[in-house]
């Protein structure tokens, strides 16, 4: 197990929600901080985990816009001297159909794909080159979405986990009880799904290029989580037998720290899943399935549980 005090993590989105639980879950490590968000309430948050005994910096920032993100990975550098994790975290939902007009498409388009995609692109981009030089590796874990996979992995459903309702029959047709959870996603969602599965090639993609660096990329395939972008959903007030159902963003965050946790040795390509119905809990990692096993392993080590 790796030992997470004083290393140096990026949090992006970290004002609220998900991103919120994974800074101060950090912080509670030791984990020394620098978080940003498009909402002012960051300046609040990076006083907050100051005050949780780490140094922090925050600041206020589009995670789409290529000059903030360099201005602020080259400030942590210069605060910190290295940078260890990032958590690519700033995400956005919109509705969006198939048969929106241009001018509400080219606008959703640069607000949720410029967000969920283009931003945990350019923070990669900018935080992979420190990564490279500094030699010691590194962890980057994506925020994507449960919409993107099954209960695991397309070709996996919740195998030993008896909380998942879809795991009686493995050749079933997506029923609750009676085969393999089905993608999410929807009609209305056809731009925010293609941003979270986009994130998909640059798993994979990172992992590849990365393995001998010993930085390993690995992504949280989120589901319903109470959060601020789910009760704005719900115009923040859900009644309670919907947030009774819904999965708290501090024990997905503890997920997180487990596969921090893991280390140089620990899993590596890996889509963790998350949905209602299922425990959240620090799973095994899967076999692969879009790329080989030797391409992404680390230290000629076996991540497979």
């Known amino acids: 197990m790796t030992e997470l005090k004083d290393k140096i993590a990026i949090v992006t989105g970290a004002a609220v929600g998900l991103g919120n639980a994974y800074a101060k879950a950090l912080a509670k490590e030791g984990v020394n901080l620098a978080v940003c968000d498009i909402r002012p309430e960051i300046n609040q948050v990076r006083d907050e985990l100051a005050e949780m005994g780490v140094d922090c910096i925050g600041s206020e920032g589009d995670v789409s816009n290529p000059d903030f993100v ?80 099954t209960c695991g992995t397309p070709d996996y459903y919740c195998e030993g986990n008896s909380e998942c309702p879809h ?48 930085i390993r990329v690995n992504a949280l395939c989120m589901g319903a989580t109470d959060s601020y972008m789910l009760r704005s959903f719900h115009d923040f007030n859900p009644s309670d037998e919907e947030v009774s159902q819904w999965m708290r963003a501090e024990d997905n965050a503890e997920v997180m720290i487990g596969i921090l ?27 692969q399935i879009y790329v080989l096993e030797d391409d992404v392993k680390i230290g000629g080590q076996s991540h497979v549980g």
Not at 191 to 197: C, R
Request: with cysteine; net charge negative; aromatic share 8%.
């Open 70 to 149: 360099k201005h602020f990975v080259d400030v942590t550098k210069s605060k910190f001297g290295h940078i260890d994790i990032l958590i690519n975290n700033a995400g956005v939902w919109g509705a969006s159909v198939a048969d929106d007009d241009m001018e509400k498409t080219l606008e959703d388009y640069e607000n949720i794909v410029g967000t969920n995609l283009k931003g945990e692109f350019l923070f990669g981009r900018a935080v992979i080159p420190v990564m490279i030089d500094q030699g010691t590796g590194g962890d980057i874990i994506n925020v994507a979405t449960d919409h993107m996979v």
């Open 167 to 214: 795991q009686d029959d493995p050749h079933g047709i997506g029923n609750v009880g009676g085969g393999p959870r089905p993608t999410g996603g929807g009609d209305a969602m056809d731009l925010y799904d293609a941003s979270k599965w986009a994130l998909n090639g640059l798993l994979y993609g990172w992992a590849k290029a990365l393995k001998g660096h010993r």
């Open 261 to 287: 946790k893991e280390g140089v040795g620990g899993r590596n390509a890996q889509n963790h899943q998350f949905c209602m119905g299922r425990e959240v809990a620090l799973e095994s990692p899967r076999p």
